[in-house]
Nanobody
Framework: QVQLVESGGGLVQPGGSLRLSCTAS????????MGWYRQAPGKQRELVAA???????NYAADVKGRFTISRDSTKTTVNLQMGSLKPEDTAVYYC???????????WGQGTQVTVSP
């Protein structure tokens, strides 16, 4: 079992920055990758950014160059630094961990990010 606790999020003006953090606990040795997904009202959940246990990163096309995912030295915390935020970035952001041979998905509780004047 993996537990994910998120922090960060909130209201920010267009062009602003925000940082999300997610800390994993439990069977962390089984984690293959961690990342962030988001879900806007009426839309499907989509990948924002992810980092593997080997340090490889993957970004959605519309956040490349604006968002940066990183992890700490213990590999239990991932951060998502979001910059040049746009109203279309407004969504609930979920931390995700993929664990074990089958890459089972674990999810955080979600944190709201609202980009509005």
């Amino acid at each position: 079992q993996v537990q994910l606790v998120e922090s960060g999020g909130g209201l920010v003006q267009p062009g602003g920055s925000l940082r999300l953090s997610c800390t994993a606990s439990g069977t962390i040795f089984s984690i293959n990758a961690m990342g962030w997904y988001r879900q806007a009202p009426g839309k499907q959940r989509e990948l924002v950014a992810a980092v593997t246990s080997m340090g490889s990163t993957n970004y959605a096309a519309d956040v490349k160059g604006r968002f940066t995912i990183s992890r700490d030295s213990t590999k239990t915390t991932v951060n998502l630094q979001m910059g040049s935020l746009k109203p279309e970035d407004t969504a609930v952001y979920y931390c995700n961990a993929k664990s074990g041979p089958g890459n089972f998905d674990y999810w955080g509780q979600g944190t709201q990010v609202t980009v509005s004047p």
